[in-house]
């Protein structure tokens, strides 16, 4: 089955605490992005991978990181988390950047105290 | 950002066709319109995207005025399971370009 993976599906965590939220696809998509879901705000794109070894800053990048070693898998980094990044997030993939359609992930719900 | 305008929200009785509209009235040549639903803060779920051409697919219809200012998603036979958050969304395809998703209209299928 086609999909887009994330983990973990919730997490909480204390301010200063590294993290990882991981993201995997199994489409063979070379792009893939990373958006977080705010109230009142939509979603907001925070990086995004044209292919492999390609990263760039989307919207609201900082506070956040992320590397594209492979092609499936698009993990977003939280160095220093602190309470204003609490947000829910989706990870995103698509054949391309042009006009086809994206595949969101199922989301984290992360809280940062 | 949002180019497009949609009203809060809507309801429609299961059975019958649930249409949602939106207006882009500053829409360009090349933009085209997709439609995205969300479940209850799960991940956002394409549904159907155009140009100018009305589109339909297993899921929905579309349907896209002749000037382009404006469209509608056609549910054909609305069930419970389709009540969710609906986004319209017109999109340019150039690098890293992202889907602007606004507040969108929430719908409620009323059994």
């Known amino acids: 089955e086609a999909q887009v993976t994330q983990n973990p599906r919730y997490l909480i965590t204390v301010t200063g605490k590294k993290l990882t939220v991981t993201c995997s696809q199994n489409m063979n998509h070379e792009y893939m992005s990373w958006y977080r879901q705010d109230p009142g705000l939509g979603l907001r794109q925070i990086y995004y991978?044209?292919?492999?070894?390609?990263?760039d800053k989307g919207d609201v990048p900082e506070g956040y990181k992320v590397s594209r070693k492979e092609k499936r898998n698009f993990p977003l980094i939280l160095e220093s988390p602190s309470p204003n990044q609490t947000s829910l997030y989706f990870c995103?993939?698509?054949?391309?950047?042009?006009?086809?359609?994206?595949?969101f992930g199922q989301g984290t719900r992360l809280t940062v105290v | 950002d949002a180019k497009t305008t949609q009203p809060p929200s809507m309801d429609c009785a299961e059975g019958r066709a649930a249409n949602l509209p939106c207006n882009h009235s500053t829409i360009s040549g090349n933009e085209y319109v997709y439609w995205y639903r969300q479940i209850h803060s799960q991940g956002p779920q394409y549904i159907i995207h155009g140009l100018k051409n009305n589109e339909t697919n297993e899921m929905a219809s579309l349907i896209i005025t002749e000037d382009r200012k404006s469209s509608t998603l056609i549910l054909p036979h609305a069930t419970l399971r389709d009540t969710a958050v609906y986004y319209c969304?017109?999109?340019?395809?150039?690098?890293?370009?992202?889907?602007?998703f606004g507040t969108g209209t929430s719908l409620t299928v009323i059994p």
């Open positions: 969304i017109v999109r340019v395809a150039v690098t890293g370009n992202q889907f602007y």
């Open positions: 991978s044209m292919n492999v070894e390609v990263t």
């Open positions: 995103a993939s698509s054949f391309g950047w042009k006009n086809t359609e994206a595949f």
